[in-house]
Nanobody, 117 residues
Framework: QVQLVEPGGGLVQPGGSLRLPCAASGSSLNAYVMGWFRQAPGKQRELVAVITSGGTTNYAASVKGRFTVSRDNAKNTVALQMNSLKHEETAVYYC???????????WGQGTQVTVSS
């Protein structure tokens, strides 16, 4: 069992930056693919970025070049650095842990990011 907590989030102006940390407990994240998703009001949850245990990353086309996902396996943490934020990226952001070839899939509680002037 993995518990994920995202203590970041908040209000940021368009063009601004925000870093979202995600801390895990209950199990090591070494075997998990970690991801960040977001869900805007009235829209489906969408993938933002993923990072494998070996550090390979993949991003949604809309955030490529602006967002960076990273992980520290020793500290059991993942983070999403978001730069040049846009108004339309206002959403609840979720941290996810998925262990390949198993049914193990865990979500954080989500954290609100509001991009507004």
């Amino acid at each position: 069992q993995v518990q994920l907590v995202e203590p970041g989030g908040g209000l940021v102006q368009p063009g601004g930056s925000l870093r979202l940390p995600c801390a895990a407990s209950g199990s090591s994240l070494n075997a998990y693919v970690m991801g960040w998703f977001r869900q805007a009001p009235g829209k489906q949850r969408e993938l933002v970025a993923v990072i494998t245990s070996g550090g390979t990353t993949n991003y949604a086309a809309s955030v490529k070049g602006r967002f960076t996902v990273s992980r520290d396996n020793a500290k059991n943490t993942v983070a999403l650095q978001m730069n040049s934020l846009k108004h339309e990226e206002t959403a609840v952001y979720y941290c996810n842990a998925n262990r390949p070839l198993t049914t193990a899939n865990y979500w954080g509680q989500g954290t609100q990011v509001t991009v507004s002037s």
